[in-house]
């Protein structure tokens, strides 16, 4: 093995060995960042209202869907008539509370049976 130093690599240790401007690289990364974080709100902003546009449209197709949906979950389960206990379980004498208990129920079962060990 030779003692000499190659010229290119010594070149290349040479340029690393300089000081850099701190505050002028700083700056110009700071520049790249805001004009980049100014590019990704103009492409949210512009998303977000297209968005807004279509879902709106979409949400006016299902209005009646939902009225007709709200009319038939707001069936009330037990007829109790105009008592005051009816005005207690108002909230859940409906078609959608048992739906949601029903719901409940199963998902309760279902991960009672994911997570059982049948190792003994």
């Known amino acids: 093995m030779s ?13 690393a060995d300089e000081t850099l401007d701190d505050s002028g690289f700083t700056n110009q990364v700071m520049q790249l960042r805001r004009r980049r974080n100014i590019q990704r709100l103009l492409v949210v902003v512009l998303v ?10 979409f949400l006016q197709a299902l209005q009646p869907v939902a009225l007709v949906l709200t009319q038939v979950l707001n069936i009330e389960l037990i007829d109790l008539g ?4 009816s005005w207690i379980l108002a909230p859940v004498n409906n078609l959608a ?11 309760m079962s279902w991960d009672k049976v994911r997570h059982s060990s049948y190792t003994t």
């Open 97 to 107: 509370t048992l739906l949601v208990i029903i719901g409940k129920g199963l998902k």
């Open 48 to 57: 977000a209202s297209a968005l807004l546009a279509i879902t709106s449209q």
């Open 82 to 85: 105009d008592s005051s206990i």
């Open 3 to 15: 003692n000499e130093r190659d010229p290119h690599l010594q070149g290349l240790f040479a340029r």
